[in-house]
């Protein structure tokens, strides 16, 4: 099946490509700014043997990557080669020849994931990242895989798709949960210094067993916040959700001073809830303080007994936790900043940790029927400063990615800059990169460059700028032929 639009069924961006391509120059629409050079890279899960009964976070990992430079905007995507996605390349090559080994199957491999979730770089590395299993190592722009890393045996078990890096001191901070043993309340946390040596690796357990995707850091605390998507390995061999919603559980949140250990953990209470994405965590005035996207429920995990929810397609909102460090209860308070319900958000990096003015944030539908509403309509922009709002609304069906800031230079002030976003267009089942005035997104986007192909619905993604943060050589966007594996949907 190819990638076009059918009459059979309404365009969707969820499925997979199934190919890797370099295309360009692509067409503009407006200008590119003229200071805007460097690669923007985004990671989400593309099955390569796509099953419908698996659950969408489990797809293979695929990096698309926008270079611009001299007014002109390359792209290339490819597989995150894990020895999972080798593994299943291999066994379609097998079962389309008709082979069968002795044994009567492939042997097997180690698993080091998938690599879906998001990519970073840190110490002339490129990263991509998912939370069950350490980082796989990238190249730029060839977004060849070199394989999993633990940094000279020092990362073990599980490390965060949502590392941290302190914009001070270029320490990148990180935790892991489920480990070592899958689905345990053991936890990890641990640090990597500017020049890439791992200077602190340390083991702790959590007040229950959780999915935890982000985590904050301040400039002298970390906060890992335990909430009731629960785990379970005796629900997983029973054949039930290995993860479920269990809000009896309540939240709690571990308090660890930067310069202390697990054992300084301080464990607070607050409501159930679910955050997938912290926008920003700072201190001030004897306070912590945290701005995330609170689901009151949240989406696509069921019950322990496998049942549904019930609250359909609940959103999020962007509410602020406060810690008060003296108030002896130990019980954060909540408060709502934007009513407008939405995902993803992003900062200015670097103010990562630090007191902060301007955050961003994908924007959801809050009107018509549930089947209607779409989850990436449009962007906001946050202006903590002056309580101001600008909104870009997509027309339906379009949708658009996480949007990625990258400063106007590195003296800017806080927030100049632009976004630069994958916007998906129904009408055409075709994507575009978009890029916006970062301050002023309800103006729409500067400049536009079209793909003549969708880049999925995704996760994150990052900047990386011209001077090459990490190792390669310059794009040759035509030096690669497009290359099919398995069917796209």
């Known amino acids: 099946m190819n990638d076009a639009v059918t009459r059979s069924a309404p365009p969707s961006n969820m ?46 990992g695929m990096l698309h990557a926008f270079h611009i430079a001299d007014g002109a905007v390359h792209y290339r995507n490819r597989w995150v080669r894990t020895q999972r996605w080798q593994a299943t390349v291999e066994g379609q090559e097998r079962r389309r020849v008709g082979f069968q080994s002795t044994e009567g199957e492939a042997p097997k491999r180690e698993d080091d994931g998938t690599g879906n979730t998001n990519v970073i770089g840190h110490a002339g590395r490129m990263l991509a990242l998912e939370e069950a299993h350490l980082p796989i190592a990238m190249t730029l722009p060839g977004l060849d895989t070199l394989g999993a890393t633990d940094l000279d045996g020092r990362l073990h078990g599980s490390f965060t798709a949502h590392p941290k890096t302190d914009p001070r001191t270029g320490e990148l901070l990180f935790f892991g949960y489920g480990t070592p043993a899958p689905l345990s309340a053991g936890m990890s946390f641990g640090s990597i210094a500017a020049d890439g040596r791992v200077t602190r690796f340390e083991t702790s357990e959590a007040p229950y067993a959780s999915m935890v995707h982000d985590f904050m850091v301040t400039e002298g605390h970390v906060m890992f916040p335990i909430m009731p998507i629960t785990a379970s390995l005796e629900r997983a061999q029973q054949g039930r959700p290995p993860y479920a919603w269990e809000p009896e559980f309540g939240t709690r949140v571990g308090l660890m001073p930067r310069g202390g250990s697990s054992a300084d953990i301080v464990w607070w ?26 689901f009151d429920t949240p989406p696509l995990f069921p019950r322990p007994d496998g049942s549904p929810i019930g609250a359909g397609d609940p959103p999020a909102r962007l509410v602020r936790w406060q810690f008060e460090l003296a108030n002896p209860a130990r019980e954060f308070t909540r408060t709502v900043l934007d009513p407008r319900p939405g995902e993803f958000p992003r900062i200015d990096d670097r103010f990562a940790g630090l007191p902060y003015r301007h955050g961003w944030y994908v924007l959801r539908d809050d009107e018509g029927s549930t089947e209607a509403r779409r989850n990436f309509a449009g962007l906001a922009h946050v202006d903590h400063a002056n309580g101001e709002r600008g909104i870009y609304r997509l027309p339906a069906p379009d949708t658009m990615s996480e949007a990625v800031f990258v400063p106007r230079s590195a003296q800017a002030e806080e927030g100049d800059g632009w976004l630069l976003a994958t916007i998906w267009r129904g009408a055409t089942h075709t994507s575009e990169l978009a890029v916006f005035d970062a301050r002023a997104v309800a103006n729409g986007p500067l400049c536009t460059a079209a793909l003549p192909h969708r880049v999925p619905v995704g996760f994150h993604g990052n900047w990386f700028d011209a001077a090459g943060s990490v190792p390669g050589a310059a794009v040759q966007a035509d030096a690669q032929p497009t290359v099919r594996f398995g069917a796209s949907s």
């Open 269 to 294: 209470r607050g409501p159930a809830c679910y955050v997938f994405h912290v926008m920003n965590a700072w201190e001030a005035d004897g306070s912590l303080y945290a701005d995330v996207m609170q």
């Open 15 to 60: 499925g997979p490509i199934d190919f890797e391509t370099d295309v360009g120059p692509l067409p503009l629409k407006g200008t590119l700014p003229a200071g805007l050079r460097g690669t923007l890279v985004r990671n989400g899960p593309n099955p390569v043997a796509p099953d419908p009964r698996a659950h969408w976070f489990a797809g293979d």
